[in-house]
């Protein structure tokens, strides 16, 4: 079965970094665009970065821009999520996401599958 597991998650403080990584398995990797979303307590899951199959094209959401990078190593079934300079309000639970026929990738209902999510703390 497909499984999606982020690891990389921690407490950090104010201007810190930390980067994510999602292992895919039990898919093509190769043929999913992939997201990351983050989901604060109270709040809906929020969009923060899509990058396509081919790693070429990739879409940050405004809050995030400058700060986050969002990559991919298809020989490794990998993606990660590079974040700089981070803040307090970045934190949540971080969840990757696959999707292969993606309509609006910056919405949940457009991906097919998840991960179980990985805690990002940032202290200020």
């Known amino acids: 079965q497909v499984q999606l597991v982020e690891s990389g998650g921690g407490l950090v403080q104010a201007g810190g970094s930390l980067r994510l990584s999602c292992a895919a398995s039990g898919l093509t990797f190769s043929d999913y665009g992939m997201g990351w979303f983050r989901q604060a307590p109270g709040k809906e899951r929020e969009f923060v970065a899509y990058i396509h199959w081919s790693g070429v094209i990739t879409t940050n959401a405004d809050s995030v821009k400058g700060r986050f990078s969002i990559s991919r190593d298809n020989a490794k079934n990998t993606l990660h999520l590079q974040m700089n300079s981070l803040k307090p309000e970045d934190t949540a639970v971080y969840y990757c996401?696959?999707?292969?026929?993606?309509?609006?990738?910056?919405?949940?209902?457009?991906?097919?599958?998840w991960g179980q999510g990985t805690q990002v703390t940032v202290s200020s």
């Open positions: 996401a696959a999707g292969r026929s993606i309509r609006d990738r910056t919405r949940p209902t457009g991906y097919d599958y």
